[in-house]
């Protein structure tokens, strides 16, 4: 449940100009949308420094919807919640991709819940659109210089490159079209961990390459069995899945996979909420190797009888700190236990993510098997440091003026700010495309093609600045993130490192400033201190003070959140000095509900 927050008089309107007059706030998601669309901006008819456009031309067939759900204009639909159709939008219909689960009259959500249509636009297929990659930074040497701590009973020795991984000849090809010159750290140990059918818990610093150290191995041995997509079989019965917390992120675990996999015999597929049900299930019949997930969505594809379980080999949590936390955890479960899922011992499960508090790692426990491997690589837990943390003193009032003086001197260049509240997304967003700053933004209440629709304006540079909250704060490999405003901190410490991880990627340089009220985020204070430290960089003197003004226990706090070793090494100390022994979380009955 998303916070509430009150909003003083000056937040709750928005000037419209071109409608001259005020608009209230539940429309700011519009007003967003119209700044990021073509032909659109603020400015009545005249030209605007968006798109340089006239308004009134209607040039990209785009017009604007009556307020409120259903409404129509003049040859246009109004999209739902807030969004807009084009004439020229491919709109599937009910007739032939109507989602049962939607339209069920004995569903009690089906008659409030609308029926959903969009059906994403086709992937290209052309070898240059497949293999698009970023360069990699100045840094990118640096990584042989971290250290690494693996732990377990029989580790296994790293590789120093991809030919010590003996890759089939077609994968090796696309890695190397992908610009992967040598493996990082995390791929180093991790791919022959997997190779060898260990299960494991990684952990490694944002933007390291984690990714592609699962899906390599998981690849070269699917391949190496000669496994085949069966196409057009209703029930299909993949060997990997992939989960992820958010539709962004596994989205992007798809595309890597779709890469690596390009030209060969496996088959990967991506389910998740927002995107027409009749659609992915048509994808699915296609057949599938490799199923990429959110926990809703692929569960209810494998309720539906359409993805079967009983030849899984490899289950992978991305982001699994998340994906077992309160949030998650019972879905996790619940995957665990449906019909046809192989048991731990006969599946290798693999985990991982940039950051595992010790009370996850003990509840992870329950997914592995008890001679898993976990693999701590550079700053774990921690920041990664090739981003520069600056802090800035503020208070509540003062955060617009700030982030507006800071993004006036980027320039075009990429930046994202993130806030608390959806709420708080939209308006800010407003407030920036009105002083003249192209802005988009990303919450959870946006509809999947809004969505999409807004990574795609700040990919290409059309609106360099995404104002987001935590959806888009994990996994997500933006290529030139140069700088991540905190205009919000979070209320964990944890949040905060995979926000700013979101640049200074793959030995690239970034910067993150983050906005620090006294009044509201006090109780970070130690954590923040720690993880300036553990990066070797600068700690305010005003910050530090904040910090000791808790008192030790606060310092004690925020270590424990970090995930720097193995936590049974923390058990087996405990054992030796006759100390109890944590147990692991359980879900309690309320979880599931």
């Known amino acids: 449940m998303e916070e509430e927050e009150e909003l003083s008089e000056e937040e709750a309107e928005?000037?419209?100009?071109?409608?001259?007059?005020?608009?209230?706030?539940?429309?700011?998601?519009?007003?967003?949308?119209?700044?990021?669309?073509?032909?659109?901006?603020?400015?009545?008819?005249?030209?605007?420094?968006?798109?340089?456009?006239?308004?009134?031309?209607?040039?990209?067939?785009f017009s604007r919807g009556r307020r409120g759900r259903g409404g129509h204009s003049e040859g246009h639909d109004r999209g739902f919640g807030g969004g807009y159709r084009g004439k020229n939008e491919e709109?599937?219909?009910?007739?032939?991709?109507?989602?049962?689960?939607?339209?069920?009259?004995?569903?009690?959500?089906?008659?409030?819940?609308?029926?959903?249509?969009?059906?994403?636009?086709?992937?290209?297929?052309?070898?240059?659109?497949?293999?698009?990659?970023?360069?990699?930074?100045?840094?990118?040497?640096k990584y042989d210089d971290i250290i690494v701590d693996l732990s377990g009973t029989n580790p296994l020795p790293a590789i120093l490159s991809f030919a010590e991984a003996a890759l089939c000849e077609s994968l090796q090809k696309n890695v190397t079209k992908s610009g992967y010159s040598k493996p990082t750290p995390v791929q180093k140990h991790a791919i022959p961990i997997i190779f060898a059918g260990r299960d494991l818990m990684a952990c490694a610093q944002t933007g390291s390459g984690k990714t592609a150290a699962f899906l390599l191995p998981i690849l070269q041995q699917l391949m190496a069995d000669g496994v085949a997509a069966s196409s057009f079989v209703e029930l299909q019965e993949p060997e990997a899945i992939i989960v992820a917390p958010t539709r962004e992120l596994i989205n992007q675990i798809f595309l890597e996979a779709r890469k690596f996999a390009y030209g060969t015999c496996v088959r990967p597929v991506v389910v998740y909420g927002g995107v027409n049900t009749g659609f992915q299930l048509r994808e699915i019949s296609k057949g599938c190797n490799i199923v990429c997930g959110t926990p809703g969505r692929l569960l209810d594809v494998i309720q539906r009888g359409r993805i079967g379980l009983t030849k899984l080999r490899y289950l992978v949590l991305d982001e699994a700190d998340r994906m077992l936390d309160m949030g998650f955890e019972p879905d996790m479960r619940r995957l665990v236990s449906m019909p046809g899922m192989p048991p731990k011992e006969n599946r290798q499960t693999l985990l991982f993510s940039a950051t595992y508090p010790q009370d996850i790692q003990r509840l992870a426990a329950d997914f592995l098997k008890t001679d898993y491997l976990f693999l701590a690589v550079g700053i774990v837990g921690g920041a990664c440091s090739d981003v520069e943390q600056t802090f800035v003193q503020v208070t509540k009032f003062s955060k617009r003026e700030q982030l507006l003086d800071f993004l006036k001197t980027t320039g075009n260049e990429r930046t994202m700010v993130f806030v608390e509240t959806k709420r708080q997304a939209d308006f800010i967003a407003t407030f920036l495309c009105q002083e003249e700053l192209p802005t988009t933004s990303i919450h959870g209440d946006r509809e999947q093609r809004e969505r999409e629709q807004a990574l795609?304006?700040?990919?290409?540079?059309?609106?360099?600045?995404?104002?987001?909250?935590?959806?888009?704060?994990?996994?997500?490999?933006?290529?030139?993130?140069?700088?991540?405003?905190?205009?919000?901190?979070?209320?964990?410490?944890?949040?905060?490192?995979?926000?700013?991880?979101?640049?200074?990627?793959?030995?690239?340089?970034?910067?993150?400033?983050?906005?620090?009220?006294?009044?509201?985020?006090?109780?970070?204070?130690?954590?923040?201190?720690?993880?300036?430290?553990?990066?070797?960089?600068?700690?305010?003197?005003?910050?530090?003070?904040?910090?000791?003004?808790?008192?030790?226990?606060?310092?004690?706090?925020?270590?424990?959140?970090?995930a720097s070793s193995d936590s049974r090494k923390s058990q087996q100390a405990g054992c030796e000095r006759g100390q109890p022994v944590p147990q692991v979380a359980v879900a309690d009955d309320d979880d599931w509900e």
């Open 456 to 562: 795609a304006d700040f990919k290409t540079g059309k609106c360099p600045i995404l104002v987001a909250t935590s959806v888009a704060a994990r996994g997500l490999d933006i290529p030139e993130v140069q700088h991540v405003v905190n205009f919000d901190l979070p209320k964990n410490i944890d949040e905060y490192v995979h926000r700013i991880g979101r640049t200074g990627r793959c030995g690239n340089i970034g910067r993150a400033v983050s906005f620090y009220d006294p009044e509201g985020d006090s109780q970070l204070a130690a954590a923040l201190v720690t993880i300036l430290s553990k990066a070797q960089q600068e700690v305010p003197p005003w910050l530090e003070e904040s910090a000791f003004s808790r008192g030790a226990t606060a310092f004690s706090q925020a270590n424990k959140s970090f």
């Open 14 to 61: 928005v000037s419209c100009f071109q409608m001259g007059k005020v608009c209230p706030l539940k429309n700011v998601a519009e007003l967003v949308l119209m700044c990021a669309q073509p032909g659109r901006g603020f400015g009545g008819n005249s030209q605007t420094q968006f798109n340089g456009e006239n308004y009134s031309t209607q040039e990209n067939d």
């Open 91 to 141: 709109i599937f219909t009910q007739a032939t991709t109507e989602d049962p689960k939607e339209s069920d009259p004995s569903n009690p959500d089906s008659s409030i819940r609308p029926k959903v249509t969009y059906v994403p636009p086709a992937l290209p297929e052309d070898e240059d659109s497949v293999f698009a990659h970023y360069q990699q930074g100045i840094n990118f040497d």
